[in-house]
């Protein structure tokens, strides 16, 4: 278990249940960073009294410093406040849980300094995966997935050291609100209607991809990255009860599932306790008063970004980079209200169309097919 950690995104939805577990636990908080939701950055910091505190724009980090001007806290801003709340030799685990690629740079910074990620982001594992388990490699960092289903996978992994054992990583899928409709009907659905999770309580960006599937299409790409199998590996069930997190099939037929209440505090304390298990407050699952455990399979018709993550997954290259940033920015401009719920995946296919897959990208190239995936996206809906 660690005693300190940085952690990264603390205003959001896995930022403050993070702050839950540190409490529940006793674990310190050294750093906080937060994109600009001050006055809860300011109560945090009050509370949980880190060395750094970082914000993104320098206009903020004045106001928080005047606020916090009686606390022996330092303030910092931009990239470089983030990457030192990633490396600060203090902490033994970062949690990243900022939304969307801008978590790249700080989650390189942590791996660099060897410390123990608590990968809460999955765009960076989406973008940049090869490039982010080989530098964890390289410094022996730890990768412990946040994501309820990979850290349900990570789970049942626990005393399996041979790869060559896993035949098959099951992710389970709630299948979002708009389960059971047509592609055309889901594409005329409103934004509060795909803020309406029938499970999970998450930020808004997250949500939305609930409800087009693209969560499910990232989260197989990242599967992927994590636990290094092929997509063939990798398959997906719609489990609308949320209680199986997510199975492992290995080659002598046994399948092993991580159940439990849908709750993201129980991935967070494990990535944070692990090896070991920390004590919930929270009551356990009650299998006497749980409903009808039920499979289907996912409808890649209805749903088409599923159905283009998972192309992605066999391209590879720098496709899955393209496909990520093209989607978050038509997510942006839905929420926005500036685009239908439909248009997300035609704006997503025509990036991937638009912008040439380059195989075994670098680090620039990456960060140059998200670049163009974005353009492409904004020229789009001009
Ligand atoms: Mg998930």
């Not at 603390?10 to 839950?20: K, V």
């Not at 993104?56 to 606020?67: M, V, Y």
């Not at 303030?75 to 406040?81: E, K, V, W």
């Not at 939304?99 to 410390?115: D, H």
């Amino acid at each position: 278990m660690v005693q300190t950690i940085s952690l990264l995104g603390s205003t959001g939805s896995i930022g403050r249940q993070t702050l839950d577990v540190c409490r529940e636990q006793g674990i310190r908080v050294a750093a906080l960073t937060a994109r600009n939701s001050i006055d809860l950055l300011e109560q945090q910091a009050r509370e949980f009294r880190p060395q750094l505190v970082a914000v993104n724009e320098l206009e903020a980090a004045l106001e928080l410093a005047k606020r916090l001007a009686g606390l022996d806290v330092e303030i910092a801003y931009g990239l470089d406040g983030l990457r030192r709340a990633a490396s600060l030799p203090e902490s033994e685990a970062v949690v990243t849980a900022v939304v969307g690629t801008a978590a790249l740079w700080p989650t390189m910074a942590a791996i660099e300094a060897g410390k123990r990620v608590a990968f809460a982001n999955k765009e960076t594992l989406v973008c940049a995966g090869e490039l982010v388990m080989d530098a964890a490699k390289r410094y022996g960092a730890e990768i412990i997935p946040v994501d309820s289903e990979h850290s349900a996978i990570f789970q049942c992994l626990q005393g399996s050291r041979d790869r060559g054992e896993i035949k098959k990583l099951i992710l389970t899928c709630s299948g979002g609100p708009f389960f059971g409709l047509s592609r055309e009907e889901v594409g005329k659905k409103t934004k509060a209607d795909a803020l309406r999770h029938p499970n999970w309580a998450m930020g808004e960006k997250i949500t939305i991809d609930c409800a087009t599937l693209m969560n499910k299409g990232l989260e197989f790409i990242e599967a992927m990255r994590l636990f290094r199998v092929t997509p063939d590996q990798v398959s997906v069930v719609i489990h609308r009860q949320s209680i199986i997190h997510s199975m492992v099939e290995f080659r002598d037929g046994a399948v092993l599932a991580q159940m439990g209440t849908p709750d993201m505090r129980l991935p967070i304390r494990y990535a944070l306790t692990y090896p070991d298990r920390g004590a919930s407050q929270l009551p356990p699952l009650d299998l006497l008063s749980c409903p009808p455990l039920t499979f289907a399979p996912p409808d890649l018709e209805a749903f088409p970004c599923l159905r283009m993550a998972m192309d992605c997954a066999r391209t590879g290259g720098s496709s899955c980079a393209v496909l990520n940033a093209a989607n978050e920015e038509a997510v942006d401009l839905f929420c926005r209200e500036e685009i239908t719920l439909g248009q997300i995946p035609d704006l997503v296919a025509r990036a991937l169309d638009a912008v040439p897959c380059v195989s075994r990208p670098a680090m620039e190239e990456i960060l140059d097919a998200d670049r163009r995936a974005r353009e492409c996206v904004k020229e789009a809906v001009k």
